[in-house]
């Protein structure tokens, strides 16, 4: 139901930007989330936002990525800017059916399949 694309291999201080397409029908209802898997280490949140708009950061990505959602084209992005070598892993969207916006993984209902950002240094 969640597709990721947009992942790659950038130097530090590049950008990025992830898209997340979702086949759901009631998409502007959804709590949305972006994770990531760094080798070795386990998922951890990054960014969310909620069916209003509201968007929250892990404080380790604040200031440089940018959630955002387009209702219209059930989708959801995460531009990145200032990569860092520590930026390096499998990005994941997850979508929750409404509520309040979260940051464990345990409350999201779908998951797309994961896009690999590597940042070289």
């Known amino acids: 139901q969640l597709q990721a694309s947009g992942g790659g291999l950038v130097q530090a201080g590049g950008s990025l930007r992830l898209s997340c397409a979702s086949s759901?029908?009631?998409?502007?209802?959804?709590?949305m989330g972006w994770f990531r898997r760094a080798p070795e280490k386990d998922r951890e949140w990054v960014a969310g936002?909620?069916?209003?708009?509201?968007?929250y950061y892990a404080d380790s990505v604040k200031g440089r990525f940018t959630i955002s959602r387009d209702n219209a084209k059930n989708a959801v992005y995460l531009q990145m800017n200032s990569l860092k070598p520590e930026d390096t892993a499998i990005y994941y969207c997850?979508?929750?059916?409404?509520?309040?916006?979260?940051?464990?993984?345990?409350?999201?209902?779908?998951w797309g399949q994961g896009t690999q950002v590597t940042v070289s240094s």
């Open positions: 936002i909620s069916s209003g708009g509201g968007t």
């Open positions: 759901g029908r009631a998409f502007s209802s959804y709590v």
């Open positions: 997850a979508a929750k059916g409404g509520g309040r916006l979260v940051t464990t993984e345990t409350f999201y209902d779908y």
